[in-house]
């Protein structure tokens, strides 16, 4: 069974910095895609970042030049360092997983941008 946890939310000023991790079990963790979205209060859940078991990545115009997903395959590790955090990032963030055609999310972390 295929588990999904992540970590890293919280608080933090406008422009500042936060990175979020994702822990995967129960899979062949190096045949994956790894992934994250954001859902914002009233809005639909939407594409962060993605990355292929190939290496490539997709990010949402929004956060182009100021997020980077990266993997750690022997950790079983999907990392999203997120800079320049803006108001408008606030969300609860998920970590997906693309397993052989099927769809796992972890249960999601918050994060919030304030002043």
């Known amino acids: 069974q295929v588990h999904v946890a992540e970590s890293g939310g919280g608080l933090v000023h406008p422009g500042g910095s936060l990175k979020l991790s994702c822990v995967v079990s129960g899979t062949d963790f190096s045949l994956t895609s790894v992934g994250w979205h954001r859902q914002a209060p009233g809005k639909q859940r939407e594409l962060v970042a993605l990355l292929t078991a190939a290496n490539n990545m997709n990010y949402a115009e929004s956060v182009k030049g100021r997020f980077t997903v990266s993997r750690d395959n022997a950790q079983n590790l999907v990392n999203l360092q997120m800079n320049s955090l803006q108001p408008e990032d606030t969300a609860i963030y998920y970590c997906?997983?693309?397993?052989?055609?099927?769809?796992?999310w972890g249960l999601g972390t918050q994060v919030t941008v304030s002043s």
């Open positions: 997906l997983i693309i397993d052989r055609g099927q769809l796992y």
